[in-house]
C-alpha cells in the first residue's frame, strides 16, 4: 500500500478539495493503483454515534463496529467485497485483503482495513470489504478514512461522502441519539432445548469415557420475539455500558438483520512484532453478594475440573502456534475475568514473531479452537454436527480486521445474537470435559443468555 504525505486543505473549500484530491488521485493512478483512501482527523465524537448518524444519512446497511479498551473502530459502506465458502476460506480472504490494500494510495492519516466476518462451519458465507467510510478512536484522538475506487470515483464523488460525514456530524449534535433502555425480557419455555442440550451432554460424557474426545463444547440456541422488533443501535449502546471489559461488535449486510454482541473472548491480534491470544475456558456466576461473589471465584479457581478445561485451551494455543514457528509465553497460572453475570478463568498468551506472519494464517490454524468446539478439533466437529439441531452462523466464529502489513485483530463471535426484525436468535454454550455435571453446564448457558437478554433493546 503506497503511502503518500497528509494533504493539508481547507475542508470547508469544496474547490480546494477538488484539487487537492485529484493531485492524490493522478498520484494513485501514476502507482497503479485501483483504489484511494483519504485521511481525516475528526473532532471528538462518538464512533458508534457517528457510524450510526452515516447509516442513516447515506441508506448503507453494510457496516462493521468493534469497541474494546483501547480502539474503537467502526465502519460502513463498501467500496470493494468478496464472499467465499469453503475449505479455503481464510487463505481466500487473505488473498483478497492483500491483493485490495496492496492497491489502495493511501493520504495519510488514512488506515485503511479490511473487515472480515466468518461462519463457524465452512459452508456458509464468508464475507470481507475494504469500507467506504471508516473510523478509529483511540483515546481522544479519532480519524476517519475515506476510500474510493478510482475506475468510478472522482473528487465530486469524495466531496459528496465528507458532506455526509458533516451532515451525521451536525445530526449528532442537533439531536443525539437517545439510549434506549434495556427490554423487561422473560425467558420462554425452554423445555424443549434443555432436553435436547441434556441428552447431548449424556452423549458426549459417554464419548468422553470412551477416549473418543477429550472436550466437547456444545451450544444451545434460544429465539425471542417482540412485535416491535429490536433496536441495535439501543443493544449496543447498553452492551457497552454493561460489558466495558469485552469486545462489544456490531457487523451486518442488510436492514434490520444484525449479528451483535460482547465477546469475552479475543482470538488472536498480531501488532508492533507481537502476537497475543486469548484462552478463555472455565465458568462461575457472579454472586450476589461480595462473600458470595468470593467464594464463587475461589470455587471456580481451585476447580480441579475447570482448571483441566482450561488447560486443554492454553496447550492447544500454544502447540498451534508451536508448528506455525512461534513461541509461546505463558503465565503459570490463570486470572480470573470479572463480567456482570459470570467470570472464566483467562490466560493471556504472548508471543514475539521471528518473521512476519499474516494474520488470517494465524485464525486459519486456531479456529476453532477448543474453547469453542471441543478436542480433537476434527472428531469434535463432527459430533457438533450430529448433536446440535441448529446452524451456528457467526456464533462462535472470528470477525475481525486485517491491515495491509497483515496486522490486525479477531475475536470470538461469543455471547452474541441475530437481530432480525422481530426475531433475536441468542446462541450459548458449554464445554464438557470429564466431571461435568448436566445440569450444571445447563445453568452455565443460562447464564451467558443473560449476556444478550440483559441488553436487548
Known amino acids: 500500500m503506497p503511502v503518500s504525505l497528509p494533504l493539508t486543505f481547507d475542508l470547508s473549500s469544496e474547490s480546494e478539495f ?16 485501483q483504489f484511494l483512501s483519504l485521511g481525516i482527523p475528526l473532532p471528538t465524537v462518538d464512533p458508534l454515534m457517528l457510524l450510526a448518524g452515516l447509516m442513516q444519512v447515506s441508506g448503507e446497511n453494510e457496516h462493521f463496529y468493534l469497541e474494546q479498551a483501547v480502539e474503537i473502530v467502526a465502519a460502513c459502506g463498501a467500496v470493494a467485497t468478496r464472499s467465499v465458502q469453503g475449505s479455503q476460506r481464510f487463505s481466500d480472504l487473505q488473498h483478497f485483503s492483500e491483493r485490495i490494500l496492496n492497491r489502495v494510495w493511501a493520504i495519510a492519516p488514512a488506515e485503511p482495513r479490511i473487515f472480515c466476518q466468518f461462519s463457524f462451519w465452512d459452508d456458509a458465507a464468508n464475507r470481507a470489504f475494504l469500507p467506504r467510510w471508516q473510523v478509529i478512536q483511540r483515546r481522544d484522538q479519532v480519524c476517519l478514512t475515506l476510500s474510493c475506487a478510482l475506475e468510478t470515483s472522482t473528487p465530486h464523488r469524495l466531496w459528496q461522502d465528507w458532506q455526509l460525514v458533516q451532515r451525521a456530524l451536525a445530526h449528532l449534535l442537533a439531536d443525539p441519539p437517545p439510549c434506549s433502555p434495556p427490554r423487561v425480557i422473560a425467558l420462554p419455555p425452554l423445555t424443549e432445548q434443555y432436553g435436547q442440550f441434556i441428552t447431548s451432554v449424556k452423549r458426549a460424557l459417554q464419548l468422553l469415557e470412551e477416549g473418543d474426545l477429550e472436550k466437547l463444547v456444545l451450544a444451545a440456541a434460544l429465539t425471542l420475539e417482540q412485535p416491535q422488533g429490536f433496536n441495535w443501535l439501543g443493544t449496543l449502546q447498553n452492551l457497552r455500558q454493561q460489558y466495558a471489559n469485552c469486545y462489544i461488535f456490531s457487523v451486518g449486510q442488510k436492514r434490520q438483520q444484525v449479528f451483535l ?42 476447580s480441579s475440573k475447570e482448571r483441566y478445561e482450561h488447560q486443554v485451551i492454553v496447550e492447544f494455543l500454544c502447540q498451534t502456534l508451536q508448528q506455525l514457528g512461534i513461541s509461546c509465553e505463558v503465565p503459570t497460572k490463570p486470572r480470573i475475568l470479572e463480567l456482570s453475570h459470570i467470570q472464566h478463568l483467562q490466560t493471556l498468551i504472548q508471543a514475539p514473531l521471528p518473521q512476519p506472519i499474516h494474520i488470517l494464517k494465524v485464525v486459519a490454524a486456531l479456529h476453532p479452537t477448543p474453547a469453542v468446539a471441543g478436542y480433537p478439533a476434527s472428531r469434535a466437529q463432527d459430533w457438533l454436527r450430529q448433536l446440535e ?50 445440569q450444571r453446564e445447563w445453568q452455565e448457558i443460562l447464564w451467558k443468555f443473560q449476556t444478550m437478554i440483559s441488553a436487548l433493546a
Open 18 to 33: 477538488y484539487t487537492q484530491v485529484s493531485t492524490g488521485i493522478q498520484a494513485a493512478q501514476q502507482a497503479n493503483c
Open 261 to 302: 454482541g460482547a465477546s469475552p473472548e479475543r482470538l488472536v491480534k498480531i501488532g508492533d512484532g507481537v502476537l497475543c491470544a486469548d484462552a478463555l475456558a472455565g465458568s462461575r456466576p457472579r454472586g450476589q453478594t461480595q462473600q458470595e461473589d468470593q467464594r464463587l471465584r475461589n470455587g471456580l479457581y481451585h
Open 389 to 438: 439441531p441448529f446452524d451456528r452462523h457467526g456464533y462462535a466464529a472470528p470477525l475481525g480486521w486485517v491491515t495491509a502489513t497483515g496486522e490486525g485483530e479477531f475475536i470470538v463471535g461469543i455471547r452474541s445474537a441475530h437481530l432480525q426484525g422481530t426475531h433475536a436468535y441468542l446462541f450459548a454454550g458449554a464445554g464438557i470435559v470429564k466431571g461435568s455435571q448436566p
